[in-house]
């Protein structure tokens, strides 16, 4: 891409973080909230199969549908982002990876959902979602922070619902989020009809207590949960490890 049209893509403030992965790169604002390692396991730990559709809820800045078009062969993704100024610049991104054909950036609320999305029906839908509960803690002061990482714009039960509504049947959901969520995950999963099937803990350290889990459910499927091998982000020699 030329230097001029890098220009045009690119705001004041903003810049190109390589992804390591096929030659992408993503636009990000450092002011803002930037993606981090738990978007790279989700992405990791999802399974999307030849000719599948892909929608991500909560997209930000489109780090889930870009990196998954290159680790997969997903025909069609789609991420759905309520800030239409981070969904401006996921679509920036897709833009700049010439990307166009196969991500789709949408600007809207979750909460909605299937109501933007109907009648379509999705093989798979990913999240990275807020991890607190919006009474937890102090609230970023920065309005785009928080949303990320309070449930300031919706809830666990908003991306559940919509789920059950715009997977097929047999679709698969991912999800990485907090342990200490992990009860209320389970119970609401099943309630919505997306029964867990597989379970994979992050631990900073092996003697440490994890501090991600990633969970793939299954919409209409029969009871049965596997536990992965657990994923140790630091060795002993202080590399990332994933088995």
């Known amino acids: 891409m030329t230097n001029n049209r890098r220009a045009e893509l690119l705001k004041p403030g903003e810049r190109l973080d390589n992804l390591q992965i ?11 909230f930037c993606f981090g390692v738990d978007a790279v396991f989700l992405s990791d730990f999802v399974k999307v199969k030849p000719g599948e559709t892909v929608l991500d809820m909560g997209t930000g800045n489109g780090i889930i549908p870009i990196l998954l078009s290159a680790k997969t062969q997903g025909e069609k993704f789609t991420g759905l982002e309520i800030q239409p100024d981070t969904a401006d610049m996921a679509r920036r991104s897709v833009v700049y990876n010439h990307l166009e054909e196969k991500i789709e950036i949408v600007t809207g609320d979750i909460k909605e959902a299937a109501e933007i999305f109907r009648p379509a029906f999705f093989d798979v839908i990913t ?3 807020p991890y607190m509960l919006s009474e937890h803690g102090m609230r970023n002061p920065d309005n785009a922070k928080a949303i990320a990482r309070h449930e300031v714009l919706c809830t666990l039960d908003d991306i559940l619902r919509e789920s059950m509504r715009l997977l097929q049947d047999k679709g698969r959901f991912y999800m990485i989020h907090r342990p200490f969520r992990l009860t209320e995950i389970m119970i609401k999963m099943n309630y919505y009809k997306i029964e867990p099937k597989r ?14 889990v990633l969970i793939e459910g299954v919409r209409g499927a029969r009871p049965r949960v596997t536990v992965e091998p657990p994923i140790i982000i630091y060795g002993g020699e202080g ?3 994933k088995d």
């Open 239 to 241: 590399s990332r490890q």
């Open 22 to 32: 096929g030659g992408l790169e993503l636009i990000q604002n450092p002011a803002g």
């Open 199 to 212: 379970i994979r803990f992050i631990h900073p350290y092996i003697d440490k207590e994890p501090v991600l």
């Open 127 to 129: 999240t990275n979602p």
